[in-house]
């Protein structure tokens, strides 16, 4: 089975990964970008994706370039304790959450990709414009001499030359811009704003609570987020007594900025230093880290409507692409190594039922590829339509939004607010819906299915 990866992301290179750990052979990435550099700040991996990552034979090296929180910590605007809960291994997982940079751990994936499937198998500087299903077209290798269809994807590169590429299936991780999607849902447009700006950046602070612990303090107007990452390549390790963090500050934007918006560029810290200038708790000085940011990149908050379909001829979404989801709950990159693990799942099984197997030169074997396609569309839309619901909801932060609503000056105990039994609701249930509840993850069967037993 011949397989095309449209976006070196990280959903296309778990795709890729998850192939050739169940067998496939003939897999091909195609990125946009020319150059493949670590972009981006800090991604939280929670334990469901570390899992995958470790089935993958991953582990180590992921490990090597992460921090592991053991405690997720939320705090109102005044700085007082709402909740508080142990997280990766202290949980009782049998993996750890892990803190990297994205752009490292890219680039991590790019160097896996390439061991195990040769140097050329990821294509740079390609942009997808659109995706024929159904091409016929003559395979002298069957019996009968007869037609196979195929899935042709249209590649442009800067000159305007053009590449095309026939495959039996195309898997479009191009991320939350996904052309291939708008060439399925030509109405959608931009990606919806909920009127939040993000300022995301790291810098090195005096070592807060533990030095384990990712805190998130606020409500729905305004938010603090903060976790330690490891000094890997972009930074330098910190001195005895600080801590390199990842950040992430919020907050409504005023009214005249608008949704056309230049984003993803430097900003001066100065105004949002202002913003948050009160926020400097005994345990935390806000302001102060993020005064002392590297560089800090706008955001908009933005995410994408579920649909009512992932699959297209033998073309399917995955990743941002497919369930985009607001930062909240820190799933996203979560998420598209699960649909990476489970679509590969898929397919192996299509193709160790004999149907699709690499080395089948011979069927248009295609409904049991079609079948493999569904079973991940049913495994991985409705429960990350349901996600996307309960993230728009604020997902596991929600019980910051109460304490604030029941409590906007502050409380002597949060308890007296917010019952423990409602707080650990919200907890559990964001856990069951993401996938990571940890007697459930623990217990899961493997997502690991080999195209020959
Ligand atoms: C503020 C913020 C915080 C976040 N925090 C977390 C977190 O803590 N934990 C978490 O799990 N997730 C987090 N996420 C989400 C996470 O970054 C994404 O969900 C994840 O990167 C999705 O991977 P992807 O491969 O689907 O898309 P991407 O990583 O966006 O990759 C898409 C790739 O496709 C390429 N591409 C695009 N168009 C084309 C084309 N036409 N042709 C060829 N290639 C193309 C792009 O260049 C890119 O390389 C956060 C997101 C934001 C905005």
Redesign the pocket.
């Known amino acids: 089975m011949k397989i095309v990866i ?7 290179l778990a795709t890729a990964l998850s192939l050739g750990r169940a067998g496939f052979e003939d897999v091909t990435v ?4 020319s150059e493949l550099r670590p972009l981006g700040v800090g ?3 929670l334990p469901h994706a570390v899992r995958e990552l470790t089935e993958l034979g991953l582990a180590e090296q992921v490990a090597a370039i992460a921090a592991a929180p053991g405690r997720l910590a939320y705090f109102n605007r005044h700085g007082q304790p709402v909740w508080s809960e142990p997280r990766g291994l202290d949980a009782g997982y049998q993996w750890p959450q892990l803190s990297v940079h ?1 752009g490292e751990f890219q680039l991590l994936l790019v160097e896996a990709v390439r061991e195990r499937f040769g140097a050329d198998a990821i294509g740079l500087g ?3 414009t659109g995706v024929e299903h159904g091409v016929e077209v003559s395979d002298a290798t069957r019996a009968s001499g007869g037609i196979r269809r195929q899935e042709r994807v249209r590649f442009a590169d800067a000159a305007g030359d053009e590449l095309v590429l026939d495959a039996d299936v195309v898997v479009a ?7 291939i999607r708008a060439q399925a849902n030509p109405g959608e447009g931009a990606p919806p704003w909920n009127r939040l700006l ?1 300022w ?1 950046g790291t810098a090195v602070v005096p070592t807060y609570l533990d030095g384990r612990t990712m805190i998130m303090a606020g409500d729905a107007e305004q938010k603090f987020v903060a976790y330690p990452l490891a000094a890997g390549a972009t930074g330098e390790a910190a001195p005895e007594g600080f801590t390199r963090v990842n950040f ?1 500050a919020e907050r409504r934007a005023p009214e005249g900025v608008d949704e056309t918006a230049d984003w993803n560029h430097a900003v001066d810290p100065a105004p949002i230093v202002e913003l948050f200038a009160d926020w400097r708790f005994d345990w935390l000085d806000v302001p102060g880290v993020i005064a002392a940011a590297d560089e800090i990149l706008e ?1 908009p908050m933005v995410d994408r409507d579920p649909l009512e379909r992932w699959i297209f001829g033998r073309t399917t979404l995955l ?3 497919a369930h ?1 989801l607001y ?1 909240n709950g ?5 998420q ?1 190594i699960l649909d990476a693990r489970t679509l590969a799942f898929h397919l192996a099984g299509a193709a160790a039922a004999g149907g699709a197997g690499d080395d089948t030169d011979d069927a248009d074997d295609g409904s049991a590829i079609d079948a493999a396609l569904a079973a991940y569309e049913a495994d991985r839309r409705p429960a990350t339509t349901k996600l996307s619901g309960m993230t728009r909801q604020l997902g596991p932060e929600r019980v910051m939004q109460l304490a604030y609503e029941r409590a906007p000056q502050g409380f002597a105990d949060v308890h007296d607010v917010i019952p423990e039994a409602e707080l650990q609701q919200i907890a559990d249930s964001y856990k069951v819906a993401a996938g990571f509840h940890p007697d459930r993850l623990n217990e899961r069967s493997s997502l690991t299915r080999a195209v020959r037993a």
């Open positions: 449209i976006g070196a992301g990280l959903g296309g195609i990125e946009r970008a991604i939280n991996l994205r390609w942009r997808a991780a191009d991320g939350i811009h996904s052309a993000l995301r992430i955001y990743g941002d692409a985009a930062p820190s799933n996203g990159a979560s598209a």
